[in-house]
């Protein structure tokens, strides 16, 4: 199976904690970095390779070809980006006895898993998202004993940098990225220029809804999710106003 097509449509940038420095050391490697992240959610979730799992905002499958690799053969993802799908596809072909790649919102898809994920913000991207409802049709597509993991933005972090202009480059891809939090709606606005030695150049401008910790866990105990735990990455390291992400875990 080659990965060069997920390697190359990316440019291999995955930043960790959403920041990448110019001339960063000990940088991992996009694969290495996916790779540690469905560990993370496997053992965290306590998934087993028949269970039914979801990718929320799958993308171009990265996250998927992992979790195939270790032998899972009960996946779903579902992204509403027609051309990250065809890249899904493409890319997961050895895979596709394994994986159903579908195109659409996950909130007008009928299906269900035992667990689903969604990385990098995926999960409450969009300007008039109706989180609530969102996350009240997630509870009930799960199987009983299911459970979630998301990557949502850390409000707190942008509290103490409200706007942010930044240039940030990995493995042949920079990136300038201006990104500013609007405190009435905690919706966080970002543009990004990508300029790739694969891709050439490429423009997004993209809103995600931004959380704190006791928001998101209210929210999901309140619909209905129990066992609600929040860390700052895959170490298991407590929210800080000094790091961007907010992975949340909870059960159903």
Request: some cysteine; proline content about 2%; overall charge negative.
């Amino acid at each position: 199976m080659e990965t060069s097509n997920i390697l190359s449509y990316y440019g291999s940038n995955d930043p960790d904690d959403g920041i990448l420095r110019l001339n960063r050391k000990n940088t991992v490697s996009l694969r290495e970095r996916s790779s540690n992240q469905v560990e993370y959610i496997i053992k965290l979730l306590q998934i087993e390779k028949h269970d039914r799992v979801c990718d929320l905002g799958c993308g171009i499958g990265r996250h998927l070809l992992e979790f195939a690799k270790r032998d899972f053969n009960n996946l779903i993802g579902i992204d509403i980006d027609r051309q990250s799908i065809y890249e899904a596809k493409k890319s997961l072909e050895y895979y596709k006895s394994s994986i159903e790649i579908i195109i659409g919102d996950f909130t007008e898809i009928d299906f269900s898993c035992k667990f689903a994920y969604s990385h990098f913000g995926a999960f409450g991207y969009g300007e008039d998202r109706d989180i609530v409802n969102d996350l009240r049709i997630l509870y009930q597509k799960l199987e009983p004993n299911g459970g979630i993991f998301l990557d949502l933005v850390n409000r707190d972090f942008f509290l103490g940098h409200p706007v942010i202009d930044r240039w940030l480059y990995d493995d042949g891809t920079a990136i300038l990225e201006s990104a500013e939090l609007d405190y009435a709606s905690s919706l966080l606005r970002t543009k990004r220029k990508y300029v790739s030695i694969h891709t050439g150049e490429k423009d997004f401008y993209y809103v995600q809804r931004t959380f704190v910790p006791k928001e998101i866990t209210d929210l999901l105990r309140a619909i209905g999710f129990s066992n609600v735990k929040c860390s700052s990455d895959e170490r298991g390291n407590a929210v800080s106003k000094d790091r961007q992400r907010l992975l949340v875990c909870a059960s159903r």
